[in-house]
């Protein structure tokens, strides 16, 4: 079956860079019809999503973090990674990375069917 | 697009329906409105995309609806189990930022 697993330091000091990757089984990254996402959740709060890349490398990020996001995959190693630079207090939470379906014929969105474990990452020096 | 949930939190008793809202600060295709269930400690899992279709395992006991001419998107959970208590998210995909969740409704089964 599908799985995700996140990976990454558990601890960034402010103004550094965070660096995380999921590594995917079950399933190529260089299959159609998957985004692969990264979502994060603060402590007691809801889920925010963070941004996708797709197998080519086209990516999309959420403009209040844009600025300090970068997204790559690595189809030789079937991961992809996430890179939040200047990382603040308010950066700390638990950080999932999440498979997106969609139709590549009609662009019929599936949902965020499969999501890693989560990993906590706490900013402070 | 701004999602809001309510009720915020909801308590029942085992066997009765739950009844969750989700409403959009403007219009929303249903083709892009989900539903998930996040228990303490674990990571989301998909309940209902496309406003109304299951994803894979989900029992019919969940069940989700709404209309793109109303704001309003319904999920509704019949023969409530205690291991229904968790955490509700509805989620729509396009706009910017692509992603957006609602604030969550909490459901606890007494």
């Known amino acids: 079956q599908v799985q995700l697993q996140e990976s990454g330091p558990g601890l960034v000091k402010p103004s550094q860079t965070l660096s995380l990757t999921c590594s995917v089984s079950?399933?190529?990254?260089?299959?159609?019809?998957?985004?692969w996402n990264w979502i994060r959740q603060s402590p007691g709060k809801g889920l925010e999503w963070i941004g996708y890349?797709?197998?080519?490398?086209?990516?999309d990020y959420s403009p209040s973090l844009r600025s300090r996001v970068t997204m790559s995959v690595d189809t030789a190693k079937n991961q992809f990674s996430l890179k939040l630079s200047s990382v603040t207090a308010a950066d700390t939470a638990v950080y999932f990375c999440?498979?997106?379906?969609?139709?590549?014929?009609?662009?019929?969105?599936?949902?965020?069917?499969?999501w890693g474990q989560g990993t906590t990452v706490t900013v402070s020096s | 697009i701004v999602l809001t949930q309510s009720p915020g939190t909801l308590s029942l008793s085992p066997g009765e329906r739950a009844t969750l809202s989700c409403r959009g600060s403007?219009?929303?295709?249903?083709?892009?409105l989900a539903w998930y269930q996040q228990k303490p400690g674990q990571a989301p899992r998909l309940l209902i995309y496309?406003?109304?279709?299951?994803a894979t395992g989900i029992p019919d006991r969940f069940s989700g609806s709404g209309s793109e001419t109303d704001l309003d998107f319904t999920l509704t959970i019949s023969r409530l189990e205690p291991g229904d208590s968790a955490v509700y998210y509805c989620?729509?995909?396009?706009?910017?930022?692509?992603?957006?969740f609602g604030p969550g409704t909490r459901l606890e089964i007494k």
């Open positions: 403007q219009s929303i295709s249903s083709t892009y």
């Open positions: 989620q729509h995909y396009g706009g910017s930022p692509l992603i957006t």
């Open positions: 079950g399933v190529s990254i260089s299959s159609g019809g998957f985004f």
């Open positions: 496309g406003t109304s279709s299951r």
């Open positions: 999440a498979r997106e379906s969609y139709d590549t014929l009609t662009a019929y969105f599936y949902g965020l069917d499969v």
């Open positions: 890349i797709d197998h080519r490398g086209t990516t």
